[in-house]
């Protein structure tokens, strides 16, 4: 089995890295290459980078930090935001990102799953979910950064994006993201069942935290905050872990 | 002046070559894309990238004159070493795509992996060596990035093995034909260390600067 990966993920706007504030909108914090050096030396194993650009320009400015990023980097990375059809993928696959991440678009338009794995392979479609716990379909799925809610059950969707291509999920916990409280673990047990990599995002607050979630099955667990602001630095949290029997990069 | 030798990367469009060239760089090796075999450059290794579908990799190949050219190369004795799919691409055949023939420059088949564990195999894993190669030292359980759903059958003659399921080969050599199944250009400071040690040993050269005139 591949080692349990620890990914950071990086939110970036206009070519920038950005953390959110609370009721202060969002603060610079980097270059994405500048992140990426950091986290490649921090021995990450992967990087998510999730474009948050809204207009169409600030989108032509991406391919440029993708190529530079890829140029940096000694580790995969993957990126999100706005993919919507294989001309989008194909253009960041081309500046070098390893992985393109679908979400919105995929949830209205499934057979873009598909499409992207036809022409790039399952490997480089990572499916990202954003669910909410729901009295009547157990996980709901929401879009558009947690606010739009679907119809449809979480379970029926991964089952369906793995039968679509995706080759990796990426599964975000509304409930506890930001809450440091811990992932969802019970969300885990049954996500984990999937024959494609899961990766945990949601709710980490603490090393434990990135322990439970991998003893429920996650493949990889992902945090933002807790990296960027060096809360728990990643040689920590990966010293942690294998000293706890997980199979580790180190 | 004699020329030095250049790194040739096969460019195809499939295969991440901006990842390639920032390694190439950081390691000081010099390289140039070529899409046709004309554009290779005159010695040095041929580097043959590869992510995507097997068979829509040696269409592409096939189009752009690299699938004819590639064995002829070789058979010249020009270093070829192929990366994930690229080393797919170099055994007899891959179940990935039963009716399309492999360059057949290193023996074997490539196979699906799994059942039993999750596919893609997607992630870092360790390799341990299978045996001794002159370019590519003992790994000690490196770590390195591996993202693939085919991969070939460890053979004799397999230099590193790696398992996801089953063992497979990680790299494999045939002389100075080489495969490598993780990506080297993503696996930290060992794969980068692996890839220049292979690419060093097929003859590429760090670029020497020229000498001041007085």
């Known amino acids: 089995m591949p080692a349990k990966r620890v990914i950071p993920c990086l939110d970036v706007k206009q070519g920038r890295v950005v953390k959110g504030v609370q009721f202060k909108g969002l603060r610079d914090i980097g270059h994405p290459v500048e992140l990426a050096r950091r986290y490649d030396a921090e021995s990450a194993d992967e990087l998510v980078f999730l474009d948050i650009s809204a207009s169409l320009e600030a989108r032509g400015t991406r391919e440029s930090w993708v190529r530079d990023v890829a140029h940096e980097l000694s580790i995969p990375f993957t990126v999100g935001g706005g993919v919507s059809k294989v001309e989008d993928a194909r253009s960041l696959l081309r500046a070098g990102a390893d992985k393109v991440a679908v979400n919105s678009a995929a949830s209205l338009r499934p057979a873009l799953v598909t499409e992207l794995a036809d022409a790039f392979g399952r490997q480089c479609v990572v499916a990202a979910v954003d669910v909410k716990r729901d009295p009547k379909l157990g996980w709901r799925v929401y879009l558009k950064g947690g606010t739009e809610p679907t119809e449809r059950s979480a379970k029926d969707w991964l089952w369906e994006l793995n039968e679509l291509g995706a080759g990796e999920i990426l599964l975000t916990s509304m409930d506890r993201d930001g809450t440091g409280d811990g992932f969802d673990l019970p969300l885990l047990d049954w996500a984990s069942e999937l024959p494609i990599p899961l990766i945990a995002s949601g709710g980490a607050g603490h090393e434990v935290h990135f322990l439970e979630a991998l003893e429920h099955g996650a493949d990889a667990v992902l945090a933002a905050t807790l990296f960027h602001e060096n809360l728990l630095p990643i040689p920590r949290l990966k010293a942690y872990l294998a000293e706890h029997d997980l199979s580790i990069r180190i | ?214």
């Open chain 2, 1 to 214: 002046m004699s020329a030095a030798p250049i790194i040739t990367l096969i460019d195809y469009d499939a295969g991440n070559l901006a990842s390639l060239e920032g390694a190439l760089d950081r390691m000081g090796l010099a390289y140039r894309r070529a899409t046709s075999p004309d554009q290779a450059a005159a010695t040095g290794p041929i580097v043959l990238p590869g992510v995507g579908h097997f068979d829509a990799a040696q269409r592409s190949l096939a189009e752009r004159g690299w699938w004819r050219a590639l064995p002829e190369l070789v058979a010249e004795g020009r270093p070829l070493l192929g990366i994930c799919l690229g080393l797919q691409l170099l055994a007899e055949g891959s179940e990935e795509a039963p009716r399309a023939a492999g360059l057949g420059l290193i023996p074997g088949i490539v196979r699906r992996l799994g059942p039993g564990v999750k596919v893609p195999h997607m992630g870092w894993s360790q390799v341990r060596q299978h045996m001794a190669h002159p370019a590519l030292p003992d790994p000690k359980g490196a770590w390195l990035y591996f993202v693939h759903s085919y991969a070939l059958e460890p053979s004799t003659e397999s230099v590193y093995l790696a398992d996801h399921g089953r063992p497979f080969a990680a790299i494999e050599a045939r002389g100075m034909v080489m495969g490598f199944q993780p990506h080297p250009e993503k696996s930290g400071r060992p794969g980068l260390l692996l890839l220049q040690s292979a690419l060093t040993w097929m003859g590429a050269r760090t670029p020497v600067p020229e000498e001041p005139c007085n």
